[in-house]
């Protein structure tokens, strides 16, 4: 990969990349021209530079603070985020995650290096070190970011644009736009009026945005996955009479609450967002991509999950393939994730999803919106959650006894924690396994490396493919998407077995094995 400082083999590969135009690198490194001051996407259909003439930069604040300006045409802050945040956990990469959140708009440096558990003297090397940036400038970035969302599409005073992106005063919000995107944040919106493929009219506090991916992606597979899931007065899954799939759900965050309908399309997801509170945005933007796994490389992934199977030597029948595409879903609150996934702990999905529904209609806090209440907090679950949930009492008592661990702090879920020390963690808890604690991080961190052996419908799926659960270092550093693909193996051969013998059973299945 391209960074501040390159090899020539780094180079010759990003500029490969460039010439051919290859959109699977977007977002994973940026080029910057030197003859005109502009940064720009891999795939910018522009003449290609001459080699003399570029650098290669791996984000777009190092491009920024380099003196740089966004191209206009290719737009390439608009780009897939890096996959690199997910399958690199080192020090830059977790930054990253948390920055992506917000962390320095609310609190600041020492909020992020604080979670970080590093001094902001030494955050700050490391980012600029790594990523060619200390972290006011990757914030910068990102705020740069989300005042082009808001000013493109929606109709909101540039003043409140301003202060919901973060910046500090309306002249640092006209200041920073003009120095990246080289135009008035007023010619930004004049342009955009014009060019109304990219923007969609929007009531006041909602946003449409399309959230770019890189191709190929399994849209059967996740959309299983969200309407599998859904839980009735959290989360509402329709399918419109153009049979076109909607998931909708309202979510916490930083200010309050956001609404969110997703819709997976070829080529991107189509997000409308519902904000209560404006600064909101980028997190919930952030939050949405995690959830759906959108800033994957299926191409890397898939060909190196190809070459894994082929040297196990294993049957290749048609239904044997690997669906390209595959996504390891995400989450949208890490206490969230967890309580759930203790919640359905050695139980069926449609048995989890009824006891998590129980839950949220007598403890979640109502809202407005298409679905009326939120999961309830921690500190809820804590305090009441033993009159609401049924089932063995030791289940009962472990659940409300990690949300109060949540609800005190003693227990933190955030994507700037390693794997290492969120596992053992997880694994202190009383009535959390190695497959619930493996799960929570997988989905957490985004981590695509884990492989969640003992769970029975992986295993059964491993030995439809003839795949030795026992040895599975030959899939790495891939192992999270082999699960979902041997998820999809049994879930797919179950319900083609039961709409054989009748056509009107669903599918049913376990999801933990602890």
């Known amino acids: 990969m391209c960074w501040v400082s390159i090899t020539a083999l780094e180079f010759e590969r990003c500029y490969r990349a460039v010439s051919a135009r290859d959109s699977r690198f977007d977002g994973q490194f940026y080029t910057a021209v030197r003859t005109t001051g502009i940064y720009c996407r891999p795939s910018c259909p522009a003449i290609t530079p001459k080699r003399t003439n570029v650098t290669f930069l791996p984000t777009a604040a190092a491009a920024q603070q380099a003196g740089y300006r966004a191209c206009r045409r290719c737009l390439p802050d608009a780009a897939p985020g890096s996959p690199l945040w997910n399958t690199r956990a080192d020090l830059a990469a977790r930054a990253m995650r948390l920055i992506g959140d917000g962390v320095v708009e609310r609190g600041g440096v020492p909020a992020l290096a604080s979670a970080l558990g590093y001094s902001q003297r030494q955050l700050t090397r490391v980012l ?39 910046f500090a005063s309306i002249r640092q919000f006209n200041d920073t736009v003009r120095e990246v995107f080289a135009v008035s944040p007023s010619t930004m919106r004049t342009e955009a009026q014009r060019t109304r493929d990219r923007t969609v009219p929007a009531a006041n506090g909602t946003l449409s945005l399309r959230l770019p991916y890189r191709a190929p992606l399994d849209r059967d597979w996740l959309n299983w996955f969200l309407s599998a899931h859904v839980a009735p007065g959290l989360e509402l899954w329709q399918t419109t009479s153009g049979g076109e799939n909607h998931y909708l759900r309202t979510i916490r965050t930083p200010h309050g609450y956001a609404g969110v309908r997703l819709a997976v399309l070829p080529g991107h997801v189509q997000a409308e967002l519902t904000l209560r509170d404006m600064r909101d945005l980028a997190p919930t933007v952030a939050r949405v991509r995690h959830l759906l796994d959108l800033d994957a490389d299926p191409v890397a992934i898939d060909e190196a999950l190809a070459r894994a199977h082929e040297s196990t030597g294993a049957p290749h029948e048609p239904n044997a393939r690997f669906a390209p595409g595959i996504r390891v879903p995400g989450c949208v609150d890490g206490p969230e994730l967890l309580l759930r996934t ?135 550093p891939w192992r999270s998407y082999l699960c979902m693909h041997l998820w999809r193996t049994e879930l797919r051969t179950r319900a083609e077995s039961r709409k054989a013998a009748a056509p009107t059973t669903e599918t049913d299945s376990k999801v933990s094995t602890d």
């Not at 006011?136 to 003043?159: E, G």
């Open 342 to 476: 203790m919640i359905g702990q050695q139980i069926s999905v449609a048995a989890a999803n009824t006891h998590t529904a129980r839950l949220v209609a007598a403890l979640g806090e109502p809202v407005d919106g298409p679905v009326g209440r939120l999961f309830p907090a921690p500190e809820v679950i804590a305090e009441r959650g033993a009159e609401v949930l049924t089932g063995p009492a030791q289940r009962t008592r472990s659940i409300t006894a990690a949300a109060a661990a949540l609800a005190s702090g003693d227990l933190t879920l955030h994507q700037g924690r390693t794997a290492a020390d969120l596992r053992r963690d997880l694994l202190a808890l009383d009535g959390v396994g190695p497959w619930t604690a493996d799960y929570v991080t997988m989905r957490l961190l985004a981590d695509p490396d884990i492989m969640l052996h003992t769970d029975l419908v992986i295993r059964r799926g491993a030995t439809r493919r003839g795949i030795d659960l026992t040895d599975t270092t030959r899939w790495s």
């Open 128 to 166: 600029t070190t790594e990523l060619g940036a200390g972290p006011l400038a990757l914030a910068r970035a990102h705020r740069a970011h989300t005042a082009r969302l808001l000013i493109q599409t929606t109709a909101i005073p540039m003043s409140d644009i301003a202060f919901a992106a973060g």
